[in-house]
């Protein structure tokens, strides 16, 4: 199946700084999601992104599916931002990456 | 409009023993796909339902089963209970099998 590889594994960030995490995948997918896990465990979408730009807010991301890859940006960064992020990948099935667990100081 | 319901929110099991979550997905869509998530990972696919049969299954045992209805819930069964099985259980809908996952809060499943 599909590997999908995250990094950083862990990122600690001061408030107000900006961040960007990369997503690698294996293969050609059909589609592409970020989302971040809030602490109760709800996956909260971010993203629906199989190839081109997007931005919502403070976030961003970009998709490059010729060369196997996504990024997501995130500027100004909170402590409200803090979480796991997670890239998923859709081939015959949605296949997740390990995150990024993000940790944002006041 | 209703996102992705899943029942119930917490459980405990002893091991050995059966447990079946439910899931009722977003307005609109008609597609289930079952997921595993063990503390400190990500989300492990366990198996897809559409048009009422499995259509993926990931790399899980036979004790994991499924079923959707004709109203496109769907539950997931798990036999013979195993210590190992202990998890936060998720569940998402998407409208056909190559569009957005919108995904329930989930079931953590406890088994002692």
């Known amino acids: 199946g599909i590997q999908v590889e995250q990094s950083p594994p862990d990122l600690i960030l001061q408030e107000g700084a900006n961040s960007t995490l990369r997503c690698n995948f294996s293969?050609?997918?059909?589609?592409l999601q970020w989302f971040h896990q809030n602490p109760w465990g709800q996956l909260i979408n971010l993203f629906y992104?199989?190839?081109g730009t997007k931005q919502n807010g403070r976030l961003s991301a970009t998709t490059v599916a010729t060369e196997r890859y996504s990024l997501l940006y995130i500027s100004s960064s909170q402590t409200t931002d803090s979480g796991v992020y997670f890239c998923?990948?859709?081939?015959?099935?949605?296949?997740f990456g390990a995150g990024t667990r993000l940790t944002v100081k006041p | 409009d209703a996102g992705v319901t899943q029942s119930p929110t917490h459980l405990i099991k002893t091991r050995g023993q059966q447990v079946t979550l439910r899931c009722s997905p977003k307005?609109?869509?008609?597609?289930v796909s079952w997921y595993q998530q063990a503390l400190g990972q990500g989300p492990q696919f366990i198996f897809q339902?559409?048009?009422?049969?499995?259509?993926q299954r990931g790399n899980f045992p036979d004790r994991f089963s499924g079923h959707q209805f004709p109203n496109y819930s769907s539950e997931l069964n798990v036999n013979a209970l195993l210590l190992g099985d202990s998890a936060l259980y998720l569940c998402?809908?998407?409208?056909?099998?190559?569009?957005?996952?919108?995904f329930g809060s989930g079931t953590r499943l406890t088994v002692v």
């Open positions: 307005s609109g869509h008609d597609t």
């Open positions: 339902y559409y048009e009422e049969e499995e259509r």
């Open positions: 293969d050609s997918v059909n589609n």
């Open positions: 998402a809908s998407s409208s056909g099998v190559h569009y957005g996952y919108t």
């Open positions: 998923a990948v859709l081939g015959n099935d949605m296949r």
């Open positions: 992104i199989p190839s």
